[in-house]
């Protein structure tokens, strides 16, 4: 089994999201108290505690689009391999091909439309695709069935045919 390399720039992404999220979260919840002085008769100092200042607001920002910045590439660009569905139904398409070649014509004919459709495939459609009639595709079926190569499944009016 193969393991996935993690390049760099992705690493440096993750580490963006990270502590952008990380610095969202501590100066959402932990604004920064100001302090105002009132002058006339007597000076005071008051805090305002949920209050944030225009430094507060600009890491805000700069947090934000970076953490929309480094999401989207992790999410959308982010591409090493295929995901694990991929990589199986390739393998069963090399395994499909090489018992393909063990077949009769019409046989393979229907083994080839059901590969195209990766491995699964109304009944209803293979005499369109193989230009075979109804009742040699039923026949040709019924064979690759007792050989345990597909397995149709009851769908309402119809059959759902997979490959195995």
């Given amino acids: 089994m193969k393991s996935k390399k993690i390049h760099g720039r992705t690493v440096f992404m993750a580490a963006l999201f990270v502590a952008s999220v990380f610095?969202?979260?501590i100066k959402l919840l932990n604004p920064t108290p100001v302090q105002i002085f009132i002058?006339?008769?007597?000076t005071a100092i008051t805090q305002i505690p949920g209050f944030f200042t225009f430094?507060?607001?600009i890491i805000l920002i700069v947090a934000s689009i970076t953490l929309a910045i480094s999401g989207m590439y992790l999410l959308f660009f982010d591409s090493v391999e295929?995901?694990?569905?991929?990589?199986?139904?390739?393998?069963?398409?090399?395994?499909?091909?090489?018992?393909?070649?063990?077949?009769?014509?019409?046989?393979?004919?229907?083994?080839?439309?059901?590969?195209?459709?990766d491995g699964i495939i109304e009944q209803s459609?293979?005499?369109?695709?193989?230009?075979?009639?109804?009742?040699?595709?039923?026949?040709?079926?019924?064979?690759?069935?007792?050989?345990?190569?597909?397995?149709?499944r009851r769908r309402g009016m119809g059959n759902i045919v997979l490959l195995k």
């Fill in 125 to 152: 459609e293979l005499p369109e695709k193989t230009g075979l009639s109804k009742a040699s595709v039923s026949r040709a079926l019924d064979l690759l069935e007792s050989r345990g190569l597909v397995e149709k």
């Fill in 23 to 25: 610095v969202l979260g």
């Fill in 39 to 42: 002058e006339g008769q007597n």
């Fill in 55 to 57: 430094l507060d607001v």
């Fill in 82 to 117: 295929k995901p694990a569905g991929g990589l199986v139904l390739e393998e069963r398409k090399k395994r499909w091909e090489q018992i393909v070649k063990t077949l009769k014509s019409d046989e393979q004919k229907i083994y080839k439309a059901i590969i195209g459709s």
